[in-house]
């Protein structure tokens, strides 16, 4: 169901915005305020619009990507909420792009916040899942731990281990935005125009 609404979504957005401004066009939804735009833009390279001469391979990458989400979901004996929601999230983001990819030879981004590439909702839907597994991991991995702790003594430690794990994925989604935002805004505004 997510993976349909998030499909559905992304391709009807960029067809209003096809439709309403037009390739090149520019709005600003929110009047004064010109760090959030809505620019419709050809993206041939994968995310950052990076290695536009691998379109080929960004046309064929989705189909093994998802045939292993697939699979790691189904391997799953009983899958939380947390992770259907980012398969989800992944597979209709995946279809999202793909679909553009094979209809037009290029995905059509339309968001821009900041300084930030241009992006679009099958992106915005794809990001959101690696923040979602990485938490279904980190709660897996708290409650694996929790249960062997619960063996071995009592449940007033299992406490400590949340908090060290909040700590870490904290910790790494902030490296994570340091890595993205040096390699999506900062090499390309300092060192490659």
């Avoid at 697939?70 to 793909?98: C, D, E, H, T």
């Avoid at 059509?108 to 916040?113: N, Y």
Wanted: proline content about 4%.
């Amino acid at each position: 169901m997510v993976a349909v609404i998030v499909y559905s979504l992304d391709q009807l957005t960029k067809f209003l915005v096809l439709q309403g401004i037009g390739m090149g066009g520019v709005w600003l939804p929110l009047s004064g305020f010109t760090w959030l735009r809505i620019v419709p833009s050809i993206n041939t390279g994968t995310a950052c619009g990076y290695f536009p001469q691998l379109s080929i391979l960004f046309t064929l990458a989705p189909f093994f990507i998802l045939a292993v989400v697939i699979l790691f979901y189904r391997s799953q004996k009983q899958p939380s909420w947390l992770l259907s929601i980012g398969v989800g999230l992944i597979i209709g983001g995946a279809f999202g792009n793909l679909t553009d990819r094979l209809r037009l030879g290029y995905v059509v981004d339309f968001v821009q916040v900041g300084s930030w590439p241009i992006f679009n909702v099958a992106d915005a839907a794809v990001s959101t899942a690696v923040v979602l597994m990485l938490l279904w991991s980190l709660r897996e991995d708290s409650s694996h731990a929790e249960s062997a702790q619960e063996t071995e003594s009592s449940a007033a430690s299992g406490s400590s281990s949340s908090w060290k794990l909040g700590a870490a994925f904290l910790g790494i989604l902030a490296v994570v935005a340091v890595v993205g935002y040096f390699i999506c805004v900062f090499i390309p505004t300092n060192f490659l125009r």
